[in-house]
T-cell receptor
Framework: AQKVTQAQTEISVVEKEDVTLDCVYE???????LFWYKQPPSGELVFLIR??????QNEISGRYSWNFQKSTSSFNFTITASQVVDSAVYFC??????????????FGKGTSLLVTP | DAGVIQSPRHEVTEMGQEVTLRCKPI?????LFWYRQTMMRGLELLIY????????DSGMPEDRFSAKMPNASFSTLKIQPSEPRDSAVYFC?????????????????FGAGSRLTVL
């Protein structure tokens, strides 16, 4: 069963628009961790953020912000004033304390974001 | 640190040939993961090592796949014989948290990936 759902397969915006990438997760654990990674066209996976299940405080880092809501099992990612360099595939991932795989990441299918000038 | 180093970056081979992918984790990291990325299945965990020992290989698709970690600074993923459906990008990642730790989940640092094409 898919533990992380990113319903938006592709999003296209014009530069300077705000865009929100949705992520819904599923777990029975009380202790878990949520991540966002970015995969630019060059192909590497770049870590953006980690949140644990006990900290629902939203976080802002420059133009990036994250909204974690346990009540809806969501961990959404917003890019404010998008730029062409934000074009990439963005992955949401879940890590569970009960995992046999040492906090390995369960990834969603990714959302491909295209920002055009 | 140079990060996680993977080689080769690109590999093109013919069906039936043996393929060996290599990974050098970040020095000091004791957890190593192999992932496979395809369009159809996304990013899938293949195998997880802790302190050079394979802990979970339930993601290895079949017996044609094998992975080893002979020491803390080197791991290999081998496919023998290779098939066209094995074409994918294979990522290695490392982290510095043991599984018993409760201090928080590790952040996985990924290598640049090895793009495999099996003709």
């Amino acid at each position: 069963a898919q533990k992380v759902t990113q319903a938006q397969t592709e999003i296209s915006v014009v530069e300077k628009e705000d865009v929100t990438l949705d992520c819904v997760y599923e777990t029975r654990d009380t202790t878990y961790y949520l991540f966002w990674y970015k995969q630019p066209p060059s192909g590497e996976l770049v870590f953006l953020i980690r949140r644990n299940s006990f900290d629902e405080q939203n976080e802002i880092s420059g133009r990036y912000s994250w909204n974690f809501q346990k009540s809806t099992s969501s961990f959404n990612f917003t890019i404010t004033a998008s730029q062409v360099v934000d074009s990439a595939v963005y992955f949401c991932a879940l890590s569970e304390a009960s995992s046999n795989s040492g906090y390995a990441l369960n990834f969603g299918k990714g959302t491909s974001l295209l920002v055009t000038p | 640190d140079a990060g996680v180093i993977q080689s080769p970056r690109h590999e093109v081979t013919e069906m039936g040939q043996e393929v060996t992918l290599r990974c050098k984790p970040i020095s000091g990291h004791n957890s190593l993961f192999w992932y496979r990325q395809t369009m159809m299945r996304g990013l899938e965990l293949l195998i997880y090592f802790n302190n050079n020992v394979p802990i979970d290989d339930s993601g290895m698709p079949e017996d044609r796949f094998s992975a080893k970690m002979p020491n803390a600074s080197f791991s290999t993923l081998k496919i023998q014989p290779s098939e066209p459906r094995d074409s994918a990008v294979y990522f290695c990642a490392s982290s510095d948290q043991p599984p018993e730790s409760h201090s928080g989940a590790n952040v996985l640092t990924f290598g640049a990936g090895s793009r495999l094409t099996v003709l």
